[in-house]
């Protein structure tokens, strides 16, 4: 793709998404502890530049769709005692992300 | 050298102390003399950077919280979009967007970094060497009700904590909930109640007639 050109959101605010488990090499900005959890998307931040070419000096790729989602914190960690509606939000790049199987 | 800089007094920005540190310190004081010595650039210009860096203090932040308490409207537009909500108050957000996060009876927010130190440094400053230690940005999406009563905030059970991980081109910061007790006070007397810590989302602000804390 050209520089600055927008790669095509997938999803939108509402959807049901899980965070892949890449197991590549470069800078993936998904902490472990969000990994391979299910969660939904609250809002679309814009296009950015993607952190793995960021990381390596290239400022010339094309913009990613930016999400926020939102987590339930007793799904990602199996004993949270604090409330069911206890929620964690984090801002995930479109192609880290799959559809819910959930 | 950078390290000899006036400046006011606040925690160091490294929390830890180990030797990766000290080396990368070492290599930035010598390529910071070599600069200076090739005249590529001046001793003043990096004292002037300092001081850019430096300068946001939590007050530009603060200005913000007063105007979202004092004028509803105003809390909508800033709600909606945090960084042309501050540029109305002629603040220039540098980052690439501002998440303002409202506080209410029934949802406290509180913001980390866990893969870095991302923080809206350009109303904000520089953040406090806690919220940089692996400490807090590991704990804090984990236990994070433990966390806030370390800072000597007890939730009550039923409110609802909002956690946001500022991982990616957001800046997010806490719109405190207004104290009781405050309703004569000015913008100006109201800046003066906010406090770093309730922007960042680990303390509330008292009502400035209790001396307790809530």
Redesign the interface.
Same mark, same amino acid.
């Given at each position: 793709m050209n520089r600055g050109e927008r790669v095509p959101a997938r999803f939108e605010v509402g959807d049901k998404v899980q965070v892949l488990d890449l197991n590549i090499e470069g800078h993936i900005r998904t902490p472990s502890y969000i990994r391979g959890k299910s969660g939904k998307i609250i809002q679309f931040c814009g296009f950015f530049l993607n952190p793995e070419d960021l990381s390596v000096g290239n400022t010339g790729g094309p913009v990613y769709p930016l999400y926020r989602v939102s987590f339930a914190m007793k799904d990602l960690w199996s004993d949270y005692d604090r409330g069911e509606d206890d929620e964690l939000c984090i801002e995930v790049y479109d192609h880290w992300l799959d559809t819910s199987k959930t | 050298m950078m390290n000899e800089h006036k400046h006011d007094d606040h925690a160091p920005l490294v929390a830890e102390d180990d030797a990766g540190n000290l080396e990368g310190q070492q290599i930035t004081n010598a390529l910071q003399a070599l600069l200076v010595r090739k005249g590529l650039i001046s001793a003043g210009e990096i004292t002037l950077e300092i001081q850019k860096i430096e300068a946001p203090g939590t007050h530009l932040g603060a200005k913000i919280i007063a105007r979202a308490w004092a004028d509803d409207d105003y809390r909508q537009r800033l709600l909606a979009n945090g960084k042309n909500g501050a540029a109305e108050l002629g603040i220039k957000v540098g980052e =690439?967007?501002l998440e303002v996060v409202e506080n209410t009876p029934e949802v406290h927010n509180l913001v980390v970094c866990?893969?870095c130190s991302c923080y809206p440094r350009s109303i904000l400053g520089q953040p406090p060497s806690w919220y940089i230690s692996k400490a807090y940005r590991a704990r804090a999406? @984990?236990e994070? =009700?433990a966390i806030l009563e370390e800072f000597g905030l007890v939730l009550a059970?039923?409110?609802?904590? @909002?956690?946001? *991980?500022?991982? =990616? *081109?957001?800046r997010y910061l806490v719109l405190p909930e207004r104290p009781s007790g405050t309703d004569g006070l000015d913008e100006e007397q109201l800046a003066a109640l906010v406090t770093r810590d309730s922007m960042i989302g680990v303390t509330t602000i008292a009502s400035p007639q209790k001396t307790e804390s809530n």
């Open positions: - | =690439a967007q866990t893969l999406v @984990r994070p =009700a059970k039923g409110k609802k904590i @909002r956690l946001h *991980d500022s991982n =990616a *081109d957001l």
